[in-house]
Each structure stands twice: as C-alpha cells, then as structure tokens.
C-alpha cells in the first residue's frame, strides 16, 4: 500500500514538477530581496500592484536575484563577497539548490539566465588572477558549474542580454579581496578602468566601451537595456567627491557614450552615487536612483534630463506600466513617474538594493 | 459669500494639524517642525533681507560685512536641514559653494568682472548664472580677498554684490514660502502620508528625515570643516577651512553645532544628558580654540586640538543615537548607509 503511494507520489512530481510556471507562484510581475524587523532576510514575489505574493527565506543578506524565464524559479546572490547562491522555487518557497562559488572565485551579487533558461551566468571575482570572470551552470544538471569565461574587465557586476542574445556586462573596475576589509575594501581605485563588454552568446569579446581617462574612477556597476537594445548604466564615482560627474551613461553597439548629467545642484545633491537603474515600463525614459541623495534622475533616451523626484534611502528600481516601481529601506514600494504615489507599505521591511521585474513580462 | 467663507474656513480647521492623541514621535515631530525648522528659515528671510537692504544702500565691503555675518550666521542655522524647499533647484549649492575643490569661485568672478557680464542687469538673469559666482561664498571673495575688495560705488563689482545678495534674499523668500505655505513642507512633515504634497509616507518617516538631517550635519561638520583643514598630519591643509576669509571657521562649527543642538533638544523624546553633556563640551572646545579661521591647523599642537573637536563629534553622534534615535526608533537609511 504504501509502496503504491510512494509510487504515485513519485510519479506525480515527475509529471507535474517540470510543468510548473510562473502562474504556480502567483504570477509575480517583481522580486525583491528585504530584510525584516527580526533580521531575518527573504526574497519576495510582488504583484502588479506591489503586494506581496510570496516570501522565500534566504539564509543571509541578498543583493539581486535572477529570474527564470518560464519556470517559477529564482536565483538569490549573496551580497558580494558572497561565495553562495541559493535557487529558490519560487512556487513552494524552498531553496532547491545551492550554488557555491569555486575556490578562488567569489560572486558579485548578480546573474543572469541566458539560452532561455538553460544556462545561468554569474559576475565572478577570480581574485587570485585579478580578474573577472562569468561562471556558466548549467540548470538541467542541477546547476552544476559546466565552465567559466572573461569579462574582459576587473570587477564585473551587473549582466544583462540584448534581443539577440548578445551579453552585456558592467565591469566595475574595482578589485576586492575576500581577505581583505571583510572583502568589501577597494584595492585599486588609483588605477581602475571600469568597462562595459559585449559578448557574444558564446561569449567571446566583441566590443568593449571605456570611458575617457579622467572618468576612470566611475565604477560602472548597474545595467537596463531599454527599446531597440539601447543599454543604459548607472555609475558609482569613487574619486574626488565634489567633482560632479556623470552618473548614466548611454550606449548602442557601435556608437559613441553618451554621459547626460542633470543641472549642477541636482547632479550634485546624487552625491556621486547611483544604486540602480531602469526603463520606464514603456521604454520612454530612464532612470538612476541615489539612495544617498534621497532622489531619482530621469533622462529620455537621447539624455535630456527630465527631472527628480525626491524620495529618502530609495534604491530599488524596475520597470512598471508606464513608469517605474521603485523600493527603499523603510520599507515602501513606490509607483513613480513625474511624482511619487505608494502602492505598498510594509513597515520595518527594508527592501535591499534591487528590484528585478520578470522578463516574461517586460517587453 | 460670506457663508461660503466661513464654511471653507471650519473644512480648514477641521484638517488636524497636530495628531489627536500624541504619541512621543509625534510630539517630537511637532516640536522639531515648529520650534526648530521654521524660526530657521524665517530667520534665514530676514537676514538676506537685511544684507541686502543695506547692499542696496552702500554696497562697499567696510558697509556690507556686518550684515554678511548676520546672513551666514542664520544660514548656519538653516543648512544642516538639507530637505524639501533646501534642496530643491540646487539652492543649497547657490548659497553655498562650499568646498570648491577646483577655485571655480575666483575665477569665474574674475571672468564676469572682466567682461562686465550684464547677468547682473536683472534678477531672473542673475538667478541662471553659475553657481560660482552666486550665494554667500562668492560674496565672501567680493568682501574678504585682495583680489576683489577694492571695488568702487557703482562698478561692475558693486552691481554684481548687490546682485549677489537679491538674489541670496530671493532664494532665502522663496524657501520661507515654501515652507511655511499650506501645502508647504512643513506640512508634507507634519501630517506625512495625509499632507498636501506628500513626500513622507508617515510620520515616523517624517521624524526619520529629520534624524538623518541631525547626525549627517554633525558628520559633515567633522569630515569637512574639522578635516579638511586638518589633513593629514604630515600634510596639514589650513588654506582648506570653511569661510577662513571672513574669519568664520571656528564661528561656523559653533554655530552648526548649536543648530544640531537645538534640533536634538526638540526631537529628544525625554532628557538627553550625555548628548547635552558632548554638546556643551565640544562646543567649549571649539570656542577654547581662539583661532578664527582654523590658521593653528598648520601647527602640530593646533592641529591636534582640532582634530580632537572631530573625536568628540563622534562621541556626540554615538551619544545622540542612544538618546534619540534608539527611544523613537528611527535609525539611518538601508541603502543610503551600505550601497553596493
């Protein structure tokens, strides 16, 4: 008897489990990672509306997550120099597995799924060669690490995929060392050359974007491809902090940067700083959030600047409607535009860095 | 009409404007709004106002000075409160240049009074010019250095001084008003979520703006105008403090360390003796110093005391932490304390 049910059971999950799809989780339009009034740090799946739908618990402090881009699955990064990924189904809200970083490498926060999810790639630090790398797992052989490459940069962050395929990756510039300042201090800000590299999908070098020598010390760090896979990036200044600098940068393959700023006492009340970058949900404008300056900087697509919208400690930011979602560490999440209006409040949540918008439902 | 009137009249009132039942974080609010934010930034009005009336009378530096300190005095008040109305169109930048790291001050004063540039001619054009040549530290340089101070009545530099104060006094209006208006920002802090123009989404957001305001000041206060004339010790920058032209350096952190005083005092929820206790001793300090504009940095012995008013603003913010922020629950921002 028991036997037979066993067998059911078994069978079931073998015919149901691969099924599964984002609609088994509720259908989340976002993710984000928090933590709570306990200390407690878990990943979220939020509606179109900003509620919440799911809670996964996360063992440690998350930074981004890469979504699946069918099945109800995510992957939540440690914050760096965080040396363990978890999978979580977002489903069931167990973690299903755990990704370990080889030895000598660590992770940066961020990942990407690529080949319609059959491969996941991650921003590695490969920090005995001082080099960047991207671990490739591979999702059918329960994320087994099949390989790595180069990024071509010290440092790589954010990673995201253009329409065909072709990778774009944020190479920071800054080198860390886990041994060293809790693996959080930057080793060579004298000499960093932050980068952005293009590679194709099957990852070798095709183009590779620096910024003049006097911007060497802009850590590119976040990424959005917006319509026509133009690829916005937000920057981190690690120079001189009252020199104003540009914080977005603009890019389409082949073409020069483009590095808008807003007018001086706005660029300047960033504090050098952006934490995350988007589209508006329908592709018309883009914007960086500056938690430190308590304010977001929208930019249309040719770099005009369209204004600020005020707003202490925000930091997450995705595309939603016809504008964006955006996320701070009291706790709120924020429909913004033009203006600001909340859509969810969650009193003693402190939503981490990140947002990330589902990509079967981002155009 | 007057029916109408007087129905528009008790809708307005019946809007609290001060919570039902207080609680201590609304108390604190309410205090920290009212007795400390909007005496600053009428006092900020009135001072502008005077410097540049008397600009307008005599816009020589022996008669424009006093009413400078009146100014910067009361800008010392106002400047740690970097929100809303401060901190909208960069104002904070056009009243205070400060560090300007690359000499962008002297030498675009020196490009405008080399070409007589009308943007002096009109407000709304002086409002557009550079921020180097605009607010109090631009004023600093047409007063207090050799290379601009000896201009004559009814020069290039004269118009430029007077324009540099209208404009101060404008901006100093303008922020008053939006202040103090009812849909002002005092109101986007006091009723938070239900305000007119709603920025904080309650009122512990509210009390959290303005504790974040209270230790980002004294930090400030530590890290540029105690460390950037200090340097390091083999390489001690003097030339570096804050408004060392007009003498101001050692009056400036006094007077920033009382403004944080004041706001501490209103949002404390009880008795705060150990923050009194490092305010009054840091403040005795810095007025044991008698060195104006932090010259002594340049010597071993007057850069150590110095340095040791920075050790005891940090003492001060720990200090500050336990007093008020632990007993109303606020502490700094997530993401704006630890990026990545």
Not at chain 1, 38 to 46: E, K, P, T, V, W
Not at chain 1, 231 to 251: K, N, R, S, T, Y
Not at chain 1, 313 to 322: K, T, V, Y
Not at chain 1, 329 to 350: H, R, T
Request: charged share 20%; net charge negative; aromatic share 8%.
């Amino acid at each position: 008897m028991s036997t037979r049910r066993n067998f059911l059971k078994a069978a079931l999950a073998a015919t149901l489990v691969p099924r599964l799809s984002w609609a088994d989780a509720g259908s989340p339009a976002f993710l984000g990672a928090a933590k709570d009034t306990n200390g407690d740090y878990a990943l979220y799946g939020l509606d179109e509306t900003a509620q919440i739908l799911f809670r996964a618990p996360l063992p440690a402090r998350g930074h981004a997550a890469a979504a699946h881009p069918t099945k109800p699955e995510a992957v939540a990064f440690a914050r760096r120099p965080g040396t363990f990924a978890v999978v979580v189904n977002c489903a069931t809200g167990k973690i299903t597995h755990r990704l370990d970083a080889p030895e000598g490498r660590h992770f940066m926060g961020h990942g990407l799924f690529v080949n319609e999810g059959a491969l996941l790639v991650t921003p590695e630090n490969n920090y005995a060669e001082k080099k960047g790398v991207l671990g490739i797992w591979d999702r059918a052989k329960g994320y087994a690490r099949v390989g790595e490459v180069a990024t071509h940069g010290i440092g790589p962050h954010d990673i995201r995929a253009l329409s065909d395929g072709t990778l774009v990756v944020a190479n920071g510039g800054i080198f860390t060392h886990p041994e060293i300042g809790e693996g959080r201090q930057k080793l060579n800000i004298d000499e960093m050359e932050p980068s952005l590299a293009y590679l194709s999908a099957s990852f070798a070098l095709e183009e590779k974007v620096v910024l003049a020598p006097e911007l060497h010390q802009n850590s590119i760090r976040h990424l959005a491809i917006g319509p026509d896979d133009q690829v916005a990036f937000a920057m981190q200044w690690e120079g001189d902090e009252m020199e104003l600098v540009p914080l977005i940068g603009l890019h389409r393959r082949g073409e020069e940067v483009r590095l808008p700023e807003a007018e001086m006492g706005e660029q300047y009340a960033m504090k050098g700083y952006a934490g995350s970058i988007a589209f508006a949900g329908d592709g018309s404008e883009v914007a960086i959030t500056s938690p430190r300056g308590g304010r977001m900087h929208r930019f249309a697509p040719d770099g005009t600047f369209l204004g600020a919208v005020l707003r202490g400690d925000i930091c997450g930011l995705a595309p939603m409607r016809e504008g964006y979602l955006g996320s701070d560490g009291f706790g709120a999440l924020l429909a913004l535009k033009e203006g600001m209006s909340p859509l969810n409040a969650v009193p003693g949540l402190a939503w981490d860095n990140h947002l990330v918008a589902l990509p079967s439902l981002v155009g | 009409m007057r029916y109408f009137t007087a129905l528009c009249f008790s809708l307005a009132l019946s809007v609290p404007l001060v919570p039902a039942m207080a609680t201590p974080l609304d108390e604190a609010l309410s205090r920290a709004v009212n007795q400390h934010t909007i005496p600053a930034v009428d006092r900020f009005d009135v001072a502008t106002a005077f410097l540049a009336d008397v600009t307008e009378a005599n816009c020589l530096p022996g008669n424009v000075k006093p009413a400078y300190d009146v100014a910067f005095d009361a800008w010392m008040g106002l400047q740690h409160l970097h929100m809303g109305p401060i901190e909208k169109n960069g104002r904070i930048l056009a009243i205070a240049f400060w560090p300007d790291k690359k000499g962008m001050i002297p030498r675009t004063l020196s490009g405008y009074i080399a070409d007589q540039d009308p943007v002096v001619e009109t407000p709304e054009a002086f409002a557009d010019a550079s921020i180097a040549v605009r607010g109090l530290f631009a004023l600093e340089y047409m007063l207090f250095d050799d290379q601009f101070d000896g201009y004559a009545e009814d020069s290039y530099s004269c118009h430029l001084v007077q324009a540099i104060t209208h404009d101060l006094h404008r901006m100093a209006a303008e922020i008053k008003e939006e202040w103090i208006a009812p849909d002002g920002f005092a109101q986007t802090l006091l009723m938070a979520g239900e305000a007119p123009q709603p920025l904080y989404l309650t009122k512990e957001e509210s009390v959290q703006a303005l504790y974040t305001m209270l230790l980002s000041s004294l930090e400030n206060t530590k890290d540029q105008r105690i460390g950037r004339p200090i340097g390091t010790f083999d390489k001690p920058r003097p030339e570096r403090a804050e408004a060392r032209r007009s003498g101001r350096s050692e009056r400036n952190v006094i007077l920033q360390l009382e403004a944080a005083r004041d706001l501490a005092r209103n949002l404390a929820p009880g008795e705060m003796p150990l923050s009194e206790e490092a305010f009054a001793k840091t403040i005795a300090l810095t007025e044991a110093l008698n060195d104006p504009s932090f010259a002594g940095a340049g010597d071993p012995m007057g850069r150590l005391k110095i340095e040791i008013i920075g050790q005891n603003i940090t003492t001060l913010m720990g200090n500050l932490a336990n007093e008020i922020g632990a007993p109303l629950g606020v502490a700094a921002g997530f993401n704006s304390s630890d990026g990545d």
